[in-house]
C-alpha cells in the first residue's frame, strides 16, 4: 500500500543550555492520501513538535537527531531549508492554532494571499488577486472582495481562521497540518470550520494530520487516531475502535474526563498529576507516576508499542496483558438544588454600556450595548451556567455583579442589599463575600510574590483572622485545593496552569465568600486537567456552602456542574432553566444550534447532519432590529426582524416567537 506520510523512529531534539532534551522519542506512523490522523495528548507531549519536524519549522535549537520523514517518496529529514521552504504552501500546509499571530499585521488579508500564491504557482499578480478572491469565497467568506482589502486586526478570530484555511488551500497541498485549529473558537465557529475541513478534504483529496486535545474534534474529524504522552505514542487505532476499546490507562482516563451531555451523577474521573518535563523522565513507563495500574514492572521497565487487536497499537504492560476494563464514561454533579425562595443575588434590567468616542473633544456618539436589559435571580447553594458565544456579553455580567464595571442602568441586589452604585470603600467589606475567578490565572497573580504571601494577603488585608492564625489558614486553603504545602514558597511561574487556577480558586475561597463568580474558569486547560478543576469546585461547594455563577462556552463544563443554564445572545438572556430542560428539550433556535454544534466525543454520531450556524455574531454596537437572533436565525420569520420576543415568564423561560416544541 503506498503512504502519502510515513514516519519512522522520528527523534526530535532541543538544545537547553549544555545539554539536549528529547522532545519526541522515536514515533512511527503513516498516513494515506485523503485520510485524517488525529494526534492527541495533553500539552507537553510532543503533539505540535511532530507537525513543526514534518514542516522543518524547529528552530535553531531544534533538530532532527534520527529516524525518516517520508513525504510523497522523498525523505524530508534529509532535504536543505531551501528545498523544504519550496515544499512549504505547495505541497504541505498548516493551519496554526493562533490565527492573528500566523498573519501580518502590517500587510492586507489580499496581499498576504496574493504573496503566497504567486510564490508557488506562475500566476500573474491580477490572476492570483482573482484566484484569491476566490479561495476566500470557497471558505464562506462573505464580501470576498472587501475582504482582500482589510488588515487582520479588523476581523473576528472566525474569520481569520478561514483565511488561514483559504490560504493554507490555496496551492492545493496534498497534506494538509491543522495545529489545534479550533481551540481557541467558540463551538459554533469551531462547527462552521469542521465542517469547511470536512467538505475541502473531500473536494481535494487532501490528507489531514489534525492536532488537538480536543477529543470530541478527533471523534467528529480523524479515521485514525494517535495518543502521545510524554513525546511518546502511547496507543493508536482507527477512530471507532480507540472510542469503544480504549486500551491504555492514558487514552481511558482523556476520556473518563471529558463532561459528557448525557451524563447523570457521579464525578469526572480526573488523570493525577501533570505530564513529566523533558529533563526529568521517570524511569520505566513514563506514565506510571498517574496511573492507578501501575505495577512493579511499570516503574522499572519501558514498555513497547505492541499490537492488542487489528492494527491497534499500545505501549503498556497491563493493557498487554489485558488487564480488566476501566469504565469510559464520565458524568455529572447535577448541581445543588436551591434552598431558600429568596434570591442571593437579583439582577434587574442590568445594562452595562460602553461608550463610544470620537473626535478632538472625544464626545460619545454611540454605545456599546454589552449587556442590554437581563434580569437574573441566583438562590443560594445553586450554580447557573451562563453560555454563549464570545461577545454576547457573558462576561460583562460577571464583571458587573462583582462591580468591577460600572452598570449603566438597573439594579443588583446582593443579600437584599443593592450595590449598583456604591462606593469603592463601601464595597470594600462586601467583597470578603463576593468573589470571581479569572479565566487567566497567571495575569491574576503578582508574579513578584511567593504563594505564601499572595494568600496570607486577603487575611491581612481584611483582617479576617489575628496574625498568628495567617500560617496556618494558609495550609489550611493549600489543604483544600490539593496542593503541597511545601509549594508555599515558590512563586507562581513555577506552577502549572492547573495548578496556578487552583492557587487562584485557594485566594477567592480565603474570604469565605456567599457568591463566587467563575469567568471560564477551565477554558485554557488541557481535557484532564479541567476535570480535576471542575471536581475541586464540586467538592468546594459542598463543603463550603457556596453558590456559583459558571460563565463557559464549554457546554460539557455548564452540563456538568450547573443546576440551571441560562444562554445569552448579544447582550440578552434568551433562554433560562433547569439544565435538563435546556439541554434535552431547548425552546429557542439558538440554544439548539450550540448543542448541536458541541463535538460529542463519539464517532458513531458524527453521521449526523449538523446544524451549522451561519456568519459571525452582529456589533453590539449597532445589534439588528427586532429579535437579535433573526439574522443568523435557519426559521426566521417576517415578525422576528421587526419585534423583539420578551421572556417569557416560568420555570423555563424562552424569549422566541416561535419557540422549539
Not at 500500500?1 to 537547553?16: K, P
Not at 488577486?129 to 464580501?143: D, E, I, N, S
Not at 481511558?252 to 459528557?260: A, D, E, Q, W, Y
Not at 434568551?574 to 434535552?584: A, D, H, L, T, Y
Request: proline share 6%; net charge neutral; charged share 25%.
Amino acid at each position: 500500500m503506498t503512504y502519502l506520510l510515513e514516519i519512522d523512529r522520528l527523534q526530535t531534539v532541543f538544545r537547553t543550555g549544555k545539554e539536549e532534551v528529547i522532545s519526541v522519542d522515536e514515533i512511527s506512523f503513516k498516513l494515506k492520501a485523503g485520510e485524517t490522523i488525529g494526534i492527541v495528548g495533553e500539552s507537553g507531549c510532543g503533539k505540535s513538535v511532530t507537525s513543526l519536524s514534518v514542516m522543518g519549522l524547529l528552530g535553531q535549537n531544534g533538530r532532527i537527531k534520527q529516524g525518516e520523514i517520508h513525504f510523497d517518496g522523498s525523505n524530508l529529514a534529509a532535504w536543505s531549508e531551501s528545498e523544504l521552504r519550496r515544499l512549504r504552501g505547495k505541497d504541505i500546509a498548516m493551519i496554526f492554532q493562533e490565527p492573528m499571530s500566523s498573519l501580518n499585521p502590517v500587510l492586507t488579508i489580499g496581499n498576504q494571499l496574493v504573496e503566497m500564491i504567486r510564490q508557488h504557482t506562475s500566476h500573474s499578480r491580477k490572476e492570483a488577486k482573482a484566484y484569491a478572491v476566490q479561495m476566500l469565497r470557497k471558505v464562506g467568506l462573505p464580501r470576498a472582495e472587501d475582504v482582500m482589502e482589510v488588515y487582520p486586526h479588523t476581523l473576528s478570530g472566525g474569520m481569520r481562521q478561514r483565511i488561514m484555511i483559504a490560504m493554507a488551500l490555496s496551492c492545493k497541498p496534498k497534506l494538509l497540518i491543522a495545529d489545534e485549529p479550533t481551540t481557541a473558537l467558540d463551538v459554533t465557529i469551531q462547527a462552521q470550520i469542521l465542517e469547511l475541513m470536512k467538505e475541502l478534504r473531500e473536494e481535494s483529496g487532501a490528507a489531514i494530520m489534525l492536532i488537538t486535545h480536543d477529543l470530541g474534534v478527533v471523534a467528529e474529524m480523524a479515521d485514525k487516531v494517535v495518543v502521545m504522552y510524554a513525546g511518546q505514542i502511547v496507543e493508536e487505532a482507527d477512530v471507532f475502535t480507540l472510542f469503544r476499546e480504549p486500551q491504555h490507562p492514558y487514552t481511558k482516563g482523556l476520556l473518563n474526563s471529558i463532561p459528557r451531555l448525557e451524563g447523570e451523577g457521579g464525578r469526572l474521573t480526573a488523570i493525577p498529576g501533570t505530564v513529566p518535563s523533558l529533563q526529568r523522565m521517570p524511569a520505566g513507563c513514563r506514565f506510571h507516576t498517574r496511573c492507578t495500574l501501575a505495577t512493579e514492572r511499570c516503574q522499572q521497565h519501558q514498555p513497547d508499542l505492541q499490537a492488542v487487536g487489528v492494527e491497534h497499537l499500545v505501549r503498556c504492560w497491563v493493557a498487554q496483558e489485558q488487564a480488566a476494563d476501566q469504565p469510559t464514561h464520565s458524568t455529572s454533579t447535577g448541581g445543588r438544588r436551591m434552598t431558600t425562595n429568596t434570591p442571593l443575588l437579583q439582577i434587574d434590567r442590568l445594562k452595562t454600556y460602553y461608550p463610544i468616542k470620537k473626535g478632538v473633544l472625544s464626545r460619545t456618539v454611540g454605545h456599546v450595548k454589552a449587556v442590554d436589559d437581563v434580569s437574573l435571580a441566583i438562590y443560594e447553594g445553586e450554580t447557573v451556567g451562563l453560555v454563549g458565544e464570545s461577545g454576547c456579553g457573558k462576561s460583562t455580567i460577571g464583571r458587573s455583579i462583582v462591580r468591577l464595571e460600572d452598570p449603566f442602568e438597573g439594579r443588583i441586589l446582593f443579600q437584599n442589599e443593592d450595590i449598583t452604585h456604591i462606593s469603592q470603600r463601601e464595597l470594600k467589606p462586601i467583597r470578603t463575600r463576593l468573589q470571581i475567578i479569572f479565566q487567566d490565572p497567571y495575569s491574576s497573580l503578582n508574579p513578584r510574590k511567593r504563594i505564601n504571601d499572595i494568600l496570607a494577603e486577603p487575611f491581612i488585608a481584611h483582617r479576617l483572622v489575628d496574625r498568628q492564625q495567617v500560617q496556618g489558614e494558609v495550609d489550611r486553603l493549600l489543604d483544600l485545593v490539593g496542593l503541597p504545602r511545601a509549594y508555599k514558597q515558590r512563586y507562581p511561574h513555577e506552577f502549572s496552569g492547573g495548578q496556578r487556577q487552583r492557587i487562584g480558586i485557594a485566594r477567592v475561597i480565603s474570604f469565605q465568600p456567599k457568591l463566587v463568580v467563575c469567568d471560564e474558569p477551565v477554558s485554557a486547560l488541557d481535557v484532564s486537567i479541567q476535570a480535576q478543576i471542575l471536581n475541586l469546585l464540586a467538592d468546594l461547594q459542598k463543603e463550603l456552602k457556596l453558590t456559583y455563577l459558571f460563565i463557559a462556552h464549554g457546554i460539557g463544563a455548564v452540563q456538568y456542574i450547573s443546576t440551571r443554564v441560562a444562554v445569552m445572545y448579544l447582550g440578552k438572556i434568551v433562554e433560562i432553566g433547569r439544565k435538563e430542560e435546556v439541554f434535552q428539550r431547548p425552546k429557542h433556535p439558538y440554544t439548539q444550534i450550540l448543542l448541536n454544534a458541541y463535538p460529542a466525543p463519539d464517532p458513531t454520531l458524527r453521521s449526523n447532519k449538523r446544524l451549522i450556524i451561519q456568519g459571525d455574531v452582529p456589533s453590539p454596537a449597532n445589534p439588528p432590529a427586532g429579535c437579535r437572533f433573526h439574522t443568523r436565525c435557519p426559521y426566521v420569520q417576517q415578525l422576528c426582524r421587526h419585534e423583539e420576543p420578551p421572556l417569557t415568564a416560568g420555570e423555563h423561560a424562552v424569549a422566541c416567537h416561535f419557540p422549539i416544541n
